[in-house]
T-cell receptor, first 115, second 112 residues
Framework: DAKTTQPNSMESNEEEPVHLPCNHS???????IHWYRQLPSQGPEYVIH???SNVNNRMASLAIAEDRKSSTLILHRATLRDAAVYYC????????????????FGTGTRLTIIP | NAGVTQTPKFQVLKTGQSMTLQCAQD?????MYWYRQDPGMGLRLIYYSASEGTTDKGEVPNGYNVSRLNKREFSLRLESAAPSQTSVYFC???????????FGSGTRLTVV
């Protein structure tokens, strides 16, 4: 399975944008890029996903490099509630459609928001 | 509210005791998963069930068994608990297409 590399930790000031990077140099053509986050003492929650084009939703934006070997999760205006561990995960569309997919988590990026 | 429900939320076991962690989802999802998370680490897959009636081993299955009772429920059993199984256990489910995973709030298990 293709793997991802993320910084262990990042800090950001409250109400400023945050850019969380992820490298996935061995990504395949059928891999979707997914982001999850885990708030303290909670289970992970879905944030956003994309394949080739940049994506926006109410939580965040996802910027994908043209060669797809890296991506960046963008929180436009960080709040204290955004303090969490953020996981960048690749999901193979072929496995997804056949139901035998296994989501693999790394250690993620621990984001600290400074008031 | 729709989602994944795990019980119990907390449990303390003595070494050698057995217990079953329960998980139920009401989203009509086909696939269900059990993960464990140790301090400072990411989640590791224990077992999963791609659909009702099927189960498969994940990354760390030793010491565990699972049952996909029906489409809604997926239980995890520890037959003889060991201190190394002290962890937080998360159940998750997802639909058939490329939808996101929904996780439960976790069961914090301590084995003494």
């Amino acid at each position: 399975d293709a793997k991802t590399t993320q910084p262990n930790s990042m800090e950001s000031n409250e109400e400023e944008p945050v850019h969380l990077p992820c490298n996935h140099s061995t990504i395949s053509g059928t891999d979707y890029i997914h982001w999850y986050r885990q708030l303290p003492s909670q289970g992970p929650e879905y944030v956003i996903h994309g394949l080739t084009s940049n994506v926006n939703n109410r939580m965040a934006s996802l910027a994908i490099a043209e060669d797809r070997k890296s991506s960046t999760l963008i929180l436009h205006r960080a709040t204290l509630r955004d303090a969490a561990v953020y996981y960048c995960i690749l999901r193979d569309l072929l496995n997804t459609n056949f139901g035998n997919e296994k989501l693999t988590f790394g250690t993620g990026t621990r984001l600290t928001i400074i008031p | 509210n729709a989602g994944v429900t795990q019980t119990p939320k907390f449990q303390v076991l003595k070494t050698g005791q057995s217990m079953t962690l329960q998980c139920a989802q009401d989203m009509n999802h086909n696939s269900m998963y059990w993960y464990r998370q140790d301090p400072g680490m990411g989640l590791r897959l224990i077992y999963y069930s791609a659909s009702e009636g099927t189960t498969d081993k994940g990354e760390v299955p030793n010491g565990y068994n699972v049952s996909r009772l029906n489409k809604r429920e997926f239980s995890l059993r520890l037959e003889s608990a060991a201190p190394s199984q002290t962890s937080v256990y998360f159940c998750a489910s997802r639909g058939l297409t490329g939808s996101g995973y929904t996780f439960g709030s976790g069961t914090r298990l301590t084995v003494v």
